[in-house]
């Protein structure tokens, strides 16, 4: 299926490596020139130059920490006039609320919430003006399964899909789509860390890690470009109708 993504631009957050590198890679496929904002830089630089080479697109990558105003502004600038925006970025921590302090939290949020509204803010003011574009969130599916042990993460989740429902339930009168996908275990290097940490403590060997998806559908996580092939399709013109909603891709566990 032509996606009809040829030709247009856009803005990828948390690039360098699972999601947001799937989603790159979905993109430059369809012919779309990108922007790549991640903050480490040699795997964002070397991820931007296979690109190039492989699917002759344009590629720019961006040393950046989206908890930075500056560095925000600053990536707003250099990106400006991109089609789609993709929010990716962010690490928050597992942990209860008694786990987790008031410095851990505020920090995570800056990059997983505060990250995602703020540039969300400048690139759909842009976008706004223009009168088209689609911004894809990727969120996280704890914020519909809420997880005591995952206190943060699942509250930001659920705010950043209320962002995208409230953003995105008006912003198609003016020509600008706002979605979201809701992954639910996906296998990127930190999901794989998490497992054998998990393993360890359970069975002392971490070498074990693959037992604790056997409970999953299929007994595996999705993979990256699963996650990455349905941001694509939401940010196309074929899923031009599309906007205020949040997709769940967990394998309806």
């Known amino acids: 299926m032509d996606l009809h993504l040829r030709g247009k631009s856009a803005l990828v957050t948390g690039a360098s ?13 369809e ?6 904002a991640a903050r480490s830089s040699d795997a964002t630089k070397a991820l931007a130059e296979r ?16 908890r930075n105003s500056a560095d925000l502004q600053r990536l707003a600038r250099d990106a400006a006039g991109v089609d789609i925006l993709v929010n990716n970025a962010g690490d928050i921590p597992g942990g209860s609320l008694d786990k987790v302090d008031e410095a851990t939290w505020r920090h995570a949020w800056e990059l997983k919430v505060f990250g995602y509204i703020n540039l969300t803010r400048l690139v759909h ?7 088209h574009g689609v911004i894809v969130n990727i969120v996280g599916a704890a914020g519909e ?26 912003s198609l009168h003016y020509g600008v789509r706002v979605v979201a996908i809701n992954p639910g ?41 699963e ?16 906007s205020g909603t949040v997709i769940t891709i967990d394998g309806a566990r």
Do not use: W
């Open 17 to 29: 490596k699972g999601i947001g590198a799937a989603v790159a890679e979905a993109l430059a496929e």
């Open 31 to 36: 012919g779309c020139h990108l922007h790549l």
């Open 51 to 66: 690109l190039r080479s492989t699917h002759q697109v344009n590629v720019t990558a961006h040393t950046t920490d989206l």
């Open 125 to 131: 003011a842009e976008m706004q003006k223009r009168g």
């Open 145 to 170: 399964r809420f997880d005591y042990d995952y206190i943060a993460g699942s509250t930001g989740n659920a705010a950043l899909m209320a962002f995208t429902r409230t953003l995105g339930g008006r």
């Open 185 to 225: 275990p996906v296998a990127t290097d930190r999901f794989v860390t998490m497992l054998k940490t998990r393993a360890k403590h359970q069975f002392g060997d971490e070498s074990r890690y693959g037992e604790l998806t056997k409970g999953l559908p299929q007994g595996r996580a999705a993979t990256p470009r």
């Open 227 to 242: 996650i990455a092939d349905m941001a694509a399709f939401l940010a196309s013109d074929r899923s031009g109708y599309t």
